[in-house]
């Protein structure tokens, strides 16, 4: 397809059905025709690819697990995996907010709603008619996600909500949101609870657009709840299982997250290998010497460990598995891989690595937010230690 | 509004490498759609979407993993899809494809108004199958379209592209176009799309099935052969002419055309 697509994922050494194969292809075509010339661009001017995203709509991308008769696709995990992966292989930005439509609104909509729930609005977010925000970060409750402070009062037939959300993926393009607040101070992580809303729910309003070091196509924003009015049915799921919810909805971000590194690590090694066959240096290719060889063997080696990790959670998923402690390694695992290999590609680069005339500086930009976002590396070491000491 | 779209599996010329001794690396043979078949495809969706109540068949002639470009058909848009596979078909040149294809036309899609392929497949780029099979058919046909639009069940009008310029041409149908590279580029099947072709079946027709003797298809049935197969020499590098002094430059390069007898 493209000239930068150096090295194929063989298809067939990961066990991939013929079914996840073509999906991975369709993904692939995708990405590159339309999603890869607008990656410089976006990451440029901080603009979110509405364009991209709705024709992601029009081809099925934004609901892939959700079942059919909620206007997904119906399709495993791992196909979900793959496409992060073959999203952010270009442009991690498209990737990421694919990832928090999906495993952040699409996923709890669908495992924790009602029936009403899902058909109001789990129809219209796995559709991709519109995009879906999640909202769990507070300014004092970052990793600490049940130090929570938004509250949520019950008066008459609504829920009032005051308080704030921040560093929310998509939150300015959403119509649709689902958030946490405690809806009981004395119960601790039991009384928090979700509720879901929409863009113009009375009292809900947008705070100021952060500048980003990286993952800049991919809007990000500040939920601010005055006296918000949400109708009591829009509670999700039981009251005081918010806390629940979302942890178990951040394991199956933790495999998306998973993908969008190794995406990006394998986008560099993409990168780092064409750049390397063609820079010629002390009269040869720079691919000729050990020094890169070995960089570049580091990188598929690791790569290669990163997307078992991956498919390993999302078959433990589909399988109906336990897949806590493996979501948490994928997850820590990828995202550094990811900080690795574009690391190492700036590296390979030299000086033109470190300009935005070549593409690794983003990647080296937007890999940090792996290590970050959906629990940071030390959450991902807490967890993975948890469950150790458990067994 | 039956419509027929016949698809070549081609080996993909961007991952196409050469060993030392000038042979075909193995490993980088890669196969995919042939590029014209699926700007092919593509006009063929678009027909049937305009014309409601159409009906889209792909097929293709060749080895079983040919099946592959079948399903990207589907996945594209088409309803069905039929693989003509045999031991029997290897070695076929354009006439034999062309007749081979024909007589599944005859045989098992016997209503069928239109019938679109690409205009070269970029193996051989000869670019006769389309007006053979036509020939084989009693079909009119129309080479080098970049557009169709149908303006009535019988009459399709066709936009050709030619060194002459555009021609635009109404054609009879039942017919056959043969397409080329359009303004409008093939679509990216959707995940509905990949799916509905990966749960597709797709019935192979072999030549027993067909009712053709061996003799007339494959290597038998080509009246023409390939001879000999080469690869093209690489060209050696020009010589650069320095124009920082014109009078001198000129010199030069009137020199250098005596020398190549040019002059």
């Given at each position: 397809?493209?000239?930068?697509?150096?090295?194929?994922?063989?298809?067939?050494?990961?066990?991939?059905?013929?079914?996840?194969?073509?999906?991975?292809?369709?993904?692939?075509?995708?990405?590159?025709?339309?999603?890869?010339?607008?990656?410089?661009?976006?990451?440029?001017?901080?603009?979110?690819?509405?364009?991209?995203?709705?024709?992601?709509?029009?081809?099925?991308?934004?609901?892939?697990?959700?079942?059919?008769?909620?206007?997904?696709?119906?399709?495993?995990?791992?196909?979900?995996?793959?496409?992060?992966?073959?999203?952010?292989?270009?442009?991690?930005?498209?990737?990421?907010?694919?990832?928090?439509?999906?495993?952040?609104?699409?996923?709890?909509?669908?495992?924790?709603?009602?029936?009403?729930?899902?058909?109001?609005?789990?129809?219209?977010?796995?559709?991709?008619?519109?995009?879906?925000?999640?909202?769990?970060?507070?300014?004092?409750?970052?990793?600490?996600?049940?130090?929570?402070?938004?509250?949520?009062?019950?008066?008459?037939?609504?829920?009032?909500?005051?308080?704030?959300?921040?560093?929310?993926?998509?939150?300015?393009?959403?119509?649709?949101?689902?958030?946490t607040a405690k809806t009981s101070k004395e119960m601790g992580t039991k009384?928090?609870?979700?509720?879901?809303?929409?863009?113009?729910?009375?009292?809900?309003?947008?705070?100021?657009?952060?500048?980003?070091?990286?993952?800049?196509?991919?809007?990000?924003?500040?939920?601010?709840?005055?006296d918000a009015e949400i109708p009591e049915e829009n509670l999700l799921g039981?009251?005081?299982?918010?806390?629940?919810?979302?942890?178990?909805?951040?394991?199956?971000?933790?495999?998306?997250?998973?993908?969008?590194?190794?995406?990006?690590?394998?986008?560099?090694?993409?990168?780092?290998?064409?750049?390397?066959?063609?820079?010629?240096?002390?009269?040869?290719?720079?691919?000729?010497?050990?020094?890169?060889?070995?960089?570049?063997?580091?990188?598929?080696?690791?790569?290669?460990?990163?997307?078992?990790?991956?498919?390993?959670?999302?078959?433990?998923?589909?399988?109906?598995?336990?897949?806590?402690?493996?979501?948490?390694?994928?997850?820590?695992?990828?995202?550094?891989?990811?900080?690795?290999?574009?690391?190492?590609?700036?590296?390979?680069?030299?000086?033109?690595?470190?300009?935005?005339?070549?593409?690794?500086?983003?990647?080296?930009?937007?890999?940090?937010?792996?290590?970050?976002?959906?629990?940071?590396?030390?959450?991902?070491?807490?967890?993975?230690?948890?469950?150790?000491?458990?067994? | 509004?039956?419509?027929?779209?016949?698809?070549?599996?081609?080996?993909?010329?961007?991952?196409?490498?050469?060993?030392?001794?000038?042979?075909?690396?193995?490993?980088?043979?890669?196969?995919?759609?042939?590029?014209?078949?699926?700007?092919?495809?593509?006009?063929?969706?678009?027909?049937?979407?305009?014309?409601?109540?159409?009906?889209?068949?792909?097929?293709?002639?060749?080895?079983?993993?040919?099946?592959?470009?079948?399903?990207?058909?589907?996945?594209?848009?088409?309803?069905?899809?039929?693989?003509?596979?045999?031991?029997?078909?290897?070695?076929?040149?354009?006439?034999?494809?062309?007749?081979?294809?024909?007589?599944?036309?005859?045989?098992?899609?016997?209503?069928?108004?239109?019938?679109?392929?690409?205009?070269?497949?970029?193996?051989?780029?000869?670019?006769?199958?389309g007006p053979a099979l036509a020939e084989f058919l009693g079909f009119p046909?129309?080479?080098?379209?970049?557009?169709?639009?149908?303006?009535?069940?019988?009459?399709?009008?066709?936009?050709?592209?030619?060194?002459?310029?555009?021609?635009?041409?109404?054609?009879?149908?039942?017919?056959?176009?043969?397409?080329?590279?359009?303004?409008?580029?093939?679509?990216?099947?959707?995940?509905?799309?990949?799916?509905?072709?990966?749960?597709?079946?797709?019935?192979?027709?072999?030549?027993?099935?067909?009712?053709?003797?061996?003799?007339?298809?494959?290597?038998?049935?080509?009246?023409?052969?390939?001879?000999?197969?080469?690869?093209?020499?690489?060209?050696?590098?020009?010589?650069?002419?320095?124009?920082?002094?014109?009078?001198?430059?000129?010199?030069?390069?009137?020199?250098?055309?005596?020398?190549?007898?040019?002059?």
């Amino acid at each position: 397809m493209s000239a930068t697509m150096t090295i194929d994922v063989s298809e067939d050494k990961w066990g991939l059905t013929e079914e996840q194969r073509m999906i991975r292809q369709m993904v692939r075509d995708f990405a590159v025709s339309v999603v890869e010339p607008k990656a410089a661009h976006i990451d440029k001017t901080q603009e979110f690819p509405v364009e991209t995203f709705k024709e992601m709509a029009e081809l099925g991308l934004l609901g892939i697990p959700i079942p059919e008769q909620y206007g997904g696709a119906g399709l495993d995990y791992i196909c979900y995996a793959i496409t992060v992966e073959e999203i952010a292989r270009v442009c991690a930005s498209t990737a990421l907010s694919l990832a928090a439509h999906t495993s952040l609104v699409c996923l709890p909509l669908s495992n924790f709603g009602n029936e009403a729930q899902k058909q109001k609005y789990l129809t219209q977010v796995a559709s991709g008619k519109v995009l879906g925000a999640y909202g769990l970060t507070e300014p004092n409750a970052g990793s600490d996600a049940g130090g929570t402070e938004t509250r949520a009062e019950k008066k008459g037939d609504k829920w009032i909500l005051n308080g704030s959300k921040i560093f929310i993926t998509n939150a300015n393009y959403a119509q649709i949101y689902v958030a946490t607040a405690k809806t009981s101070k004395e119960m601790g992580t039991k009384g928090i609870s979700a509720f879901i809303f929409e863009r113009n729910t009375p009292g809900f309003s947008l705070g100021p657009k952060d500048e980003k070091l990286g993952m800049r196509g991919s809007d990000w924003g500040t939920l601010i709840f005055e006296d918000a009015e949400i109708p009591e049915e829009n509670l999700l799921g039981e009251l005081g299982q918010g806390f629940k919810y979302f942890m178990k909805t951040l394991d199956s971000g933790r495999i998306s997250i998973g993908a969008l590194g190794v995406g990006i690590a394998q986008g560099c090694l993409d990168k780092a290998l064409q750049y390397a066959k063609e820079r010629k240096q002390f009269g040869r290719a720079i691919s000729e010497f050990q020094a890169i060889q070995f960089m570049l063997a580091d990188m598929a080696v690791e790569i290669e460990a990163a997307r078992h990790l991956v498919y390993n959670a999302a078959r433990l998923r589909d399988a109906g598995m336990p897949y806590g402690k493996e979501a948490s390694m994928a997850k820590l695992f990828a995202s550094e891989v990811a900080s690795r290999a574009a690391n190492k590609a700036v590296q390979i680069h030299g000086g033109y690595g470190y300009t935005k005339d070549f593409p690794v500086e983003r990647y080296l930009r937007d890999a940090k937010l792996c290590e970050i976002g959906e629990g940071t590396s030390e959450i991902q070491r807490m967890v993975i230690a948890r469950h150790l000491l458990q067994q | 509004m039956n419509i027929v779209v016949c698809v070549k599996q081609v080996p993909d010329t961007a991952h196409l490498r050469f060993d030392s001794n000038d042979q075909l690396a193995q490993e980088s043979l890669e196969n995919v759609m042939n590029p014209f078949c699926e700007y092919a495809v593509e006009t063929a969706v678009r027909l049937k979407e305009a014309h409601e109540g159409s009906k889209l068949t792909a097929i293709t002639m060749g080895p079983p993993q040919a099946k592959e470009v079948l399903k990207r058909a589907i996945a594209m848009g088409a309803d069905e899809a039929f693989l003509l596979s045999d031991e029997a078909f290897t070695g076929s040149d354009a006439w034999s494809t062309a007749f081979i294809l024909s007589e599944a036309i005859k045989k098992n899609l016997p209503s069928t108004d239109l019938i679109l392929l690409g205009q070269f497949a970029t193996d051989g780029m000869s670019g006769v199958t389309g007006p053979a099979l036509a020939e084989f058919l009693g079909f009119p046909s129309m080479t080098f379209c970049k557009k169709a639009e149908l303006k009535s069940d019988t009459i399709l009008e066709a936009h050709r592209e030619t060194e002459r310029g555009l021609e635009i041409y109404e054609i009879t149908l039942p017919g056959v176009i043969c397409i080329m590279k359009c303004d409008y580029e093939p679509r990216i099947p959707s995940i509905k799309g990949v799916m509905k072709a990966n749960r597709t079946e797709i019935p192979v027709w072999d030549a027993a099935s067909l009712g053709l003797s061996a003799d007339k298809v494959g290597l038998k049935g080509s009246p023409t052969m390939v001879a000999k197969t080469w690869r093209k020499p690489k060209k050696e590098g020009g010589i650069k002419v320095d124009g920082s002094d014109p009078q001198a430059a000129v010199s030069q390069l009137i020199d250098f055309l005596r020398q190549q007898k040019v002059m």
